[in-house]
């Protein structure tokens, strides 16, 4: 079975504009995780959606905001970038949206805002 | 607010060493454990959890974490290390009480530099 899946792989662009990420979870999980990992650090959370509906949000402006689909795959939307925003996004898959559920992750985008 | 620290943000070792990557959590509160890999260029890979049960938990790959509740830790080890463990090793958490799921706090991360 295929793994998480995150595209693109690298993007670049410039302050002010708006990006889209996707991702698509293995087959099967219900929830999609987004985390945010700047250079050196550990991931940060950004939001959980379980069956379509949003769970969890992390302490990141409004400028950041995701959705998931009826496939239960998902996008995460940045708007007005700033060079902050530069970073490797992840994203992780689980069956069901407990605790004890193991998150698979993907192998990111990483993000360049010049 | 639950947080995570990696007491080293470094370890180089020699190839055949012990080593141990040190991990304690803030919260008082009864919570999920993990330690998550990851290789060069690439995402996050589940290495081993604790949910319940006994303290101390195994990976396939030799490495081994027990849980300590009265010092809030959770030390990842290993007793014999090879040049493929080269990595970044994360600790995250997961707060049982959390009505936010599966939300992982990660720690800053342990760069494990194994040398021959």
């Known amino acids: 079975d295929a793994g998480v899946t995150q595209s693109p792989t690298h993007l670049i662009k410039t302050r002010g504009q708006h990006v889209t990420l996707r991702c698509s979870p293995i087959s099967g999980h219900k929830s999609v995780s987004w985390y945010q990992q700047v250079l050196g650090q550990g991931p940060q959370f950004i939001f959980q959606y379980y069956e379509k509906e949003e769970r969890g949000r992390g302490n990141f402006p409004d400028r950041f905001s995701a959705r998931q689909f009826p496939n239960y795959s998902s996008e995460l939307n940045v708007n007005a970038l700033l060079l902050g925003d530069s970073a490797l996004y992840l994203c992780?898959?689980?069956?069901?949206?407990?605790?004890?559920?193991?998150?698979?992750f993907g192998p990111g985008t990483r993000l360049t805002v010049l | 607010a639950q947080s995570v620290t990696q007491l080293d943000s470094q370890v180089p070792v020699f190839e055949e060493a012990p080593v141990e990557l040190r991990c304690n959590y803030s919260?008082?509160?009864?919570?999920?454990l993990f330690w998550y890999v990851q290789y060069p260029n690439q995402g996050l890979q589940l290495l081993l959890k604790y949910l319940s049960g006994s303290t101390l938990v195994e990976s396939i790959n030799g490495f081994e974490a027990e849980f300590n509740k009265s010092q809030t830790s959770f030390h990842l080890r290993k007793p014999s290390v090879h040049i493929s463990d080269t990595a970044e090793y994360f600790c995250?958490?997961?707060?049982?009480?959390?009505?936010?799921?599966?939300?992982?706090?990660f720690g800053q991360g342990t760069e494990l530099s194994v040398k021959p």
């Open positions: 992780a898959s689980s069956y069901q949206s407990f605790g004890t559920d193991t998150q698979y």
């Open positions: 919260s008082s509160v009864s919570v999920y």
């Open positions: 995250a958490v997961s707060d049982r009480g959390d009505n936010q799921g599966g939300k992982l706090i």
